[in-house]
């Protein structure tokens, strides 16, 4: 049975919380998050969020940071519903016009895993999707997207157009997204961007997930540890 253009359902998003409050404290970001969590949800996509500064997750650049030197390591476990998902949304709030220390552990927790490969012989995120959300009280969506998208990309995920969402207060302190004074709920364009952002991850995700993601072809890395070039012309391998 052929799925319908706009049926989204058997995708699997997770959205990682970057804020640098654990749980349960209120976390500006997750209220943002969460607008576009439910937009996927009422598309019926299969949807898992966490705090990340909920988990000892060991700063480092292998899979298991234990066998490191580290006491513990959260991050295998985490890993699971990385693979699971086809889609990843990093939120962050700012400061001092970066992400989040945690983001930045994040990335390279993600880095540690890009050397992987999937059953193509490609590195192991082709084929998955990536965004971010950002919340803060100064200027730096824009800056922190910059950072974060291009990470994602560097290690493999796919970034559709218009990838990023936001919002920010008045320079300096100030109500935040989740204090009714800012009334950043009822912002329409930052409820217009982040509405784009999840229907654009939506329709990238599907599309690779339908065609069994990126052919092989040129971008194997397997295929070239064996000798192939493709039209690579180098007078070294003629």
């Known amino acids: ?29 997750k209220g943002l998050m969460d607008v576009s969590i439910n937009i996927m949800k009422k598309e019926g996509v299969s949807v898992d969020y966490l705090r990340f500064v909920d988990h000892d997750v060991a700063p480092g650049v292998y899979f298991d940071m234990t066998e490191h030197g580290a006491s513990e390591d959260a991050w295998p476990e985490i890993w699971r519903k990385v ?15 970066e992400k989040s220390s945690e983001a930045t552990k994040l990335i390279e ?12 012989g490609q590195y192991y995120f082709y084929g998955k999707v990536g965004g971010c959300i950002i919340t803060g ?9 910059m950072g974060i998208l291009y990470a994602l990309q560097h290690v493999g995920y796919s970034i559709p157009p218009q990838a990023d969402s936001g919002w920010i207060g008045e320079a300096g302190p100030g109500p935040s997204y989740m204090d009714e004074e800012s ?56």
């Open 109 to 120: 927790r993600l880095y540690s895993m890009s050397s992987k490969q999937n059953d193509k």
């Open 137 to 145: 009280n100064e200027d730096g969506i824009k800056h922190c997207a």
């Open 183 to 238: 009334n950043a709920q009822k912002n329409d364009f930052t409820n217009r961007n982040t509405t784009f952002m999840t229907y654009n991850l939506l329709h990238l995700a599907k599309m690779l997930k339908a065609s069994g993601g990126y052919p092989a072809y040129g971008n194997s890395r397997s295929q070239w540890d064996d000798g192939t070039r493709w039209n690579f012309e180098n007078p070294e391998y003629r």
């Open 83 to 97: 693979d699971a998902a086809d889609i990843l949304i990093i939120g962050t709030p700012i400061w001092l016009g």
């Open 1 to 29: 049975m052929t799925q319908h253009p706009t049926d989204f359902s058997k995708l699997k998003a997770l959205y990682i919380n970057c804020t640098l409050k654990k749980s349960p404290r209120l976390s500006h970001t």
